[in-house]
């Protein structure tokens, strides 16, 4: 396209604009960080993730449904109530049953009732609450000693910013780890599937959300009986028991619930419940189908070199397509950014690799009105660059701003005489 010494003077034109524009990307960040005025846009950007637009627009709805994994809905049942569903759901011989409950103390005698359905095998997963002193956990929050000594798993999830994207393996304190309650479950259905995601490194992960119609099969606690045949199904399975809704047929509600990547609610409300997306972080570690994530830095370089190339193209065309530079720029940077997009889709969907993206399509918006502000600082400087080649400073010129920086470095350094 050009000879070896433009190539040069290109190169280092855009280098200079690359590091400009991630001066003033950083600098803008700053200003909406600190400044509470811009506390929605702030907002906005820490819950934005552009694999959102693939779980919401290119995920296949004709996904199966996972046959591992039964969600058995308790409403608003008392502790009896639940007992007699674990007694009837032991009648079917589940492998796991994942009760998404904290009984913390003692409420009467329905409590002996629930003893016995909470012993009545070796089979059963409690929930439990970290406690947390800030990021530091410091002990758990879990269901009475007088239940027994039952595996525990804890149930929070990662929802800072809102939208629930990933999970912490475990909590530890005092030399104590507490699995996830899905890891906790999983660690009791398939050993190996466990040993295999225990041996990735990271304490937090991302959940690579199962799409679908029907991601799971949801039973309402009216259905389950000990004389229901179709419940068959759930034998040497996992059942877990958490809430879904008050009532089979009930109106959609927003206890328990969360906003996730997959389930949009038409009236703007989170509404994916926290035994789904247990149901969801179980079915990705049965099906081995994790998401890496590239460390902040990766996804920074990632993006230096990409603009680094659209820049030396913008320089070199700004010097000899300058006719028509402002017509097609805006274009082709539109056409790049839907090709980082694309590109970045077909990665996550393919290879299950997710990039952030938000650093390359923010820099990328920048960088042409930086390259202005870099081109009009050479001219009223009357610095020679590939960019400013075409100007021809006369010497005169470039005296005559030499001779005004001296002045003004001058009069800056005088000192003020006194009255």
């Known amino acids: 396209m050009f000879g070896k010494q433009k190539k040069y003077h290109v190169f280092w034109d855009a280098l200079r604009i690359n590091i400009l524009t991630f001066i003033t990307f950083f600098f803008f960040w700053a200003i909406i960080d600190s400044i509470d005025l811009f506390n929605p846009m702030d907002e906005f950007i820490d819950n934005f993730d552009f694999t959102d637009l693939y779980y919401g627009e290119f995920i296949n709805d004709q996904m199966p449904t996972d046959t591992n994994v039964f969600i058995v809905n308790i409403g608003d049942l008392d502790r009896r109530g639940i007992a007699d569903l674990i007694f009837d759901l032991q009648a079917y011989n589940p492998a796991v049953i994942g009760v998404d409950a904290v009984f913390a103390e003692r409420r009467g005698m329905d409590d002996f009732y629930l003893l016995q359905a909470l012993n009545s095998g070796d089979n059963i997963v409690l929930g439990g609450f970290g406690e947390m002193d800030g990021d530091n956990a410091v002990g758990i929050q879990k269901s009475d000693p007088f239940f027994g000594e039952k595996p525990v798993g804890h149930l929070e999830m990662i929802s800072d910013p809102k939208t629930v994207r990933e999970f912490d393996k475990f909590i530890k304190f005092n030399d104590t780890i507490i699995n996830a309650f899905s890891l906790e479950i999983i660690s009791r259905f398939n050993k190996d599937a466990f040993l295999e995601f225990a041996k990735r490194k990271n304490q937090t992960e991302l959940i690579n959300y199962r799409g679908g119609k029907m991601p799971f099969i949801i039973f309402d606690y009216e259905e389950i009986s000990d004389s229901n045949s179709n419940l068959s199904i759930i034998e040497d399975k996992i059942v877990l028991m958490g809430y879904v809704r008050m009532y089979s047929g009930a109106p959609a509600d927003t206890l328990d619930s969360h906003f996730t990547p997959l389930q949009k609610s038409d009236y703007g409300y989170a509404d994916a419940k926290g035994i789904e997306i247990h149901a969801q972080i179980i079915s990705m570690i049965l099906a081995k189908d994790y998401i890496d994530k590239l460390p902040n830095w990766a996804n920074f370089l990632i993006a230096f070199i990409i603009l680094q190339l659209f820049l030396m193209w913008l320089v070199y065309y700004y010097v000899n397509g300058a006719k028509f530079f402002d017509i097609l720029s805006k274009p082709i940077q539109f056409i790049l950014i839907v090709l980082v997009l694309w590109g970045t889709f077909l990665i996550f969907s393919t290879w299950k690799i997710k990039i952030d993206m938000l650093p390359t399509v923010l820099a990328l918006v920048l960088c042409i009105e930086v390259l202005y502000l870099y081109e009009e600082t050479l001219e ?31 009069l800056k350094r005088k000192p003020r005489s006194s009255n």
Do not use: A
């Open 380 to 410: 009223l400087f009357k610095i020679d660059t590939y960019l400013t080649k075409n100007f021809n400073y006369t010497k005169d010129e470039r005296n005559k701003v030499l001779r005004s920086i001296i002045r003004f470095e001058f």
